[in-house]
């Protein structure tokens, strides 16, 4: 089945600096990769999103990349704030039987320093 | 409602107990997934409806675990017997169906002690 790993697992930067996330996926007919951002105690909430028909994606300051062939894709986030720490997730899908089942990296916690 | 909503919030059960979380999707919803959350971990896939019908049930991790969504809205994931390996949080999930985004709720802390 698929697989999907992600690094690093701890992330630390100073405030304004630039943070990436890194995952590779097991499955090459996996088509759907979101990025899910969870604070403490709380709801993972989707950030971004990117599907196999495109190698980037940017909203603001967060873009997605998607490498098909090498099977990764990788989360940045720019001008990094202290309201980005959190831990991060990254998933992989692919549409089978009408719907897409999420297989999650095992996160990376995110620490932005003013 | 306006998001995914889940109760209890928090559930210690001793071992051996039975449980039954419930999980009220948005309404109008189809999909419907159910997660388990270990400490520092991911989520990892437990099972899915669409509408009332469970269509994979392969994540579920015994034959203590059961779902159930009668009437293709809320859903309710029930643990018998729980065992201290069970502790977790459970995420439920709705979507529209397809690849639309996937939409969590807060969760059910379950301690087994």
């Known amino acids: 089945g698929e697989n999907v790993e992600q690094h690093p697992s701890t992330l630390s930067v100073q405030e304004g600096d630039s943070a990436v996330i890194k995952c590779t996926y097991s499955?090459?007919?996996?088509?759907?990769f979101p990025w899910y951002k969870q604070e403490l105690g709380k709801r993972p909430q989707l950030i971004i999103d990117?599907?196999?028909?495109?190698g980037e994606k940017k909203d603001q300051r967060i873009a997605v990349t998607l490498n098909k062939t090498a099977k990764h894709f990788s989360l940045h986030i720019t001008e990094t704030q202290p309201e980005d720490s959190a831990v991060y997730f990254c998933?992989?899908?692919?549409?089978?039987?009408?719907?897409?089942?999420?297989?999650f990296g095992a996160g990376t916690r995110l620490a932005v320093h003013p | 409602g306006a998001g995914v909503s889940q109760s209890p919030r928090y559930k210690v059960a001793k071992r051996g107990q039975d449980v039954a979380l419930r999980c009220d999707p948005i309404?109008?919803?189809?999909?419907l997934f159910w997660y388990q959350q270990a400490l520092g971990q991911g989520p990892e896939f437990l099972t899915y409806?669409?509408?009332?019908?469970?269509?994979?049930k392969s994540g579920l991790p015994s034959d203590r675990f059961f779902a159930e969504r009668p009437e293709g809205s809320v859903s309710t994931l029930k643990i018998q017997r729980t065992q201290q390996e069970d502790s977790a949080v459970y995420l439920c999930?709705?979507?529209?169906?397809?690849?639309?985004?996937?939409?969590f709720g807060q969760g059910t802390r379950l301690t087994v002690v």
């Open positions: 999930a709705s979507s529209g169906g397809g690849t639309t985004e996937a939409f």
């Open positions: 499955d090459s007919a996996s088509n759907y």
């Open positions: 990117i599907r196999s028909n495109v």
């Open positions: 998933a992989a899908s692919k549409m089978s039987g009408g719907y897409n089942k999420l297989i």
């Open positions: 309404s109008g919803h189809v999909s």
């Open positions: 409806f669409q509408n009332e019908a469970q269509l994979d």
